[in-house]
């Protein structure tokens, strides 16, 4: 349709957990095919901001449009690979019961995946090298194993723009560099993907732009322009301590 | 209904206690159910034993002439309280596999325990036994209940576990004292309230059956028509939000259906038993299969045979209450899962683990007498059993045994009354790779690890026996082919497998 419309458009985004803020007036346009790391300290608001883009937690103030539309009219579009630790691997399902999963968003109610939906799983799985494991009970994986099997559920989605918390946290260097394949496989694809990511040295190599966020937006812009010590320094070295007294304060005293 | 009551004074006693042990709720919820067991059970044999002391002649032919009446279902009540029970276990079954994975099995018991006022009030209601009149007030003190559960879980710092016993207790106390005040009623001796703690089965009347029915099918149909929305919800419901499905609405039909699924099982299974139903059945499925379809299934089987049996007992012990018994035949079906089951059954666990135990103590003797061989250049091809006593420091006859082990899996060949020991192919092949395994693991821990040499040998004498093709291959190639270990031993390599190479060698 509009090629121009960003992927992502967030104005003006407050998030708040349990009555404290956490994320204050973000404002960001995503443009399309893009490849995105956010990065940030620990509690600085990197998961909440893609769940508060997914409507999982509730927006304080502000609004997101993704592809020009309101969320709710677009889910179908995003694909999302939550924190491996989020779930109970020793849940009753196999490997492929799991990326059969990233097909019921298109389904719809009541409707049984399909011979079709099988194929795309299967298909996903190859991407990630899991198709012989695909009767497998999910306990029986490692780490890394989880990890592909996580994405390739959210390759089984189709969408067009992919959240992704923290893919690479402990997979082994096999796994990491099969991911980081995938997703260069993706944006010559036209897709656009934004990356919960931790570690800075890699972080560096991996994404073409960066969101360094700390409660607040610190920057955003292609890699070269934002990897720099001072923006660093502000995102991880900078004391927030006014933030986080004023998020103390806002959350004793019921403002949100 | 009003003499059995009289006859059986231990009810009462069995009552309080479980009373009283409703204080210490925060404990562990499974020990409480233990414990509600126990004293249930203590109150049954000693009803039964009390009775039969009475009745001095009940026989064997009065049992049999139960048991008869029971299968030839000649008692219209008795088809009731059959059907009642088959279609209660198949609800209990498929609702009870959510409520497992879950990991909402204290909901479901508190959740049991907060209707019991609804029921005295929809009994107070009608001044009968309408069960549609329960049912109503049953429902309503569920959610009433569950409302109230999230209500302290939001306002308070308490976590879920102390609001749900806060709220179970309470609301099950409040259930006690309206059940006595309606016992104390002029009609209240009739009712059959009390059949509401433990359940009975004989109870269950026509309109009871219907409603029973209607959840049934309910239920089922419910979870068969969207069992792929439950599942992405109960596996991962941040993910099933994302991708737009109504995650909320799923979790408040799962908690509706299971409240409906409470209420109408508390005739047969009674209030204190109830969640046990729920949670024991697919507990055992669990334990039995890693695929939830396959666990729905299992587990409604496992509550239809724990119903009928619970119904079957009961009838057969004169109308006794029905729960305990369709509780104790779950906890069978569950128990023989944890024993038996062919997967995680602690039986087969047992084996596996005695079958590696054996399998180690023979690779060990194939190493010692490898080293017994490897001591003396490997001149001549015989071991004595003295020697390999001697090197593995332990009595002629333990050496004995072991050569007995190792000949039986046709690993060495003896001779000279059995005093002489003789590789077979597969034997020499064998020791030969746990030898290689052991050193190659050596050496990669002082080169690779960098761990010092006298740190070494007891590690490898564990990991030797796990090492896999592959990862000797990875090693072999890591260590550029090394020919020695840290000790300065010979590592045997793969030519050195066939006996021909054992003359060269030497």
Sequence with gaps: ????????????????????????????????????????????????????????????????????????????????VPQRESVDWDFPVSVMDVVLMGRYGRLGLIKRPTKEDREVARACLEKVYMLPFANRQISNLSGGQQ??????????????????????????????????????????????????????????????MLILLNMRLVAFGPTSEVFTNELLQTTYGGRLTILSDVAEAVKEQRIL | MTSARREHPEHGSGLSAAISARANYHTIAALRRLAHCAILLLSILTATSAHAAKVSDISKTNLGEQALRFFTLQDPSLRYALLGSILLGITCGVLGSFIVVRKMALVGDALSHAVLP?????????????????????????????????????????????????????????????????????????????KFLFGQAAA???????????????????????????????????????????????????????????????????????????????????????????????????GMISGVLGAFLSFLGNNLPTGPFMVLA??????????????????????????????IGRENALKSIYRVLEERDFHGDGVSLRELAQLRRESIEEARAESVELKRHALVSTHEEGNMLFFTPTGWQRACEIVRNHRLWELYLTNAVQFAPDHVHEDADKIEHVLGTETVRELERRLQFAKRDPHGRLIPGLDDIYPGNLVRRA
């Design chain 1, 1 to 80: 349709m509009h090629d121009s419309t960003p992927a992502l458009e967030i104005h003006d985004l407050t998030v708040a957990y349990h009555k404290k803020p956490v994320l204050w007036g973000i404002d960001l346009e995503v443009p399309r095919g893009k490849l995105i790391g956010i990065i940030g300290p620990n509690g600085a608001g990197k998961s909440t901001l893609i769940k508060a883009v997914m409507g999982l937690v509730p927006i304080s103030s502000g609004w997101v449009k993704v592809f020009g539309q309101p969320f709710k009219k677009s889910m179908q579009r995003i694909g999302y």
């Design chain 1, 147 to 208: 990890q592909r099997v996580f994405l390739a559920r959210a390759l089984a989605q189709e969408s067009d723009l992919y959240f992704m918390d923290e893919p690479f946290s402990g997979v082994d260097a096999a796994t990491e560099s099969a991911i980081i394949t995938l997703l260069h496989e993706l944006r010559e694809r036209g897709k656009t993907m934004l990356v919960v990511h931790h570690d800075l040295p890699t972080a560096r190599e991996y994404f073409d």
């Design chain 2, 118 to 194: 609804g029921v005295a009030l929809g009994f107070l209601w009608g001044q009968t036994k309408d069960p549609f009149a329960i049912f109503i007030g049953a429902t309503i003190a569920g959610l009433i209940g569950t409302t109230a559960v999230g209500l302290i879980k939001q306002t308070t710092r308490l976590k879920e576990d102390a609001a749900l016993g806060l709220v179970l207790a309470s609301f099950f106390a409040v259930g006690i004292c309206l059940v006595t005040m309606i016992q104390r009623l002029p009609t209240g001796n009739k009712s059959g309230i009390d």
């Design chain 2, 204 to 302: 269950i009347s026509a309109g009871d059956v219907r409603l029973i029915a209607i959840v049934a099918v309910l239920s089922v149909a419910a979870i068969t028509l969207f069992y792929k929305e439950c599942l992405v919800s109960s596996f991962d419901v941040g993910f099933a939000r994302a991708a737009g499905l109504p995650t909320r609405l799923i979790h408040h039909g799962i908690m509706l259906l299971l409240a409906f699924a409470i209420v109408v099982a508390l005739q047969a299974v009674g209030v204190v038993l109830v969640s046990a139903m729920l949670i024991t059945p697919a507990a055992a499925a669990y334990l039995l299969t890693d695929r939830m379809h396959w666990m729905l299934v299992l587990a409604a089987v496992f």
């Design chain 2, 330 to 359: 779950a906890s069978a079906v569950f128990v023989s899962a944890f024993l038996f089951g062919p997967r995680h059954g602690v039986l087969v666990r047992w084996w596996k683990h005695r079958s590696r135990a054996d399998r």
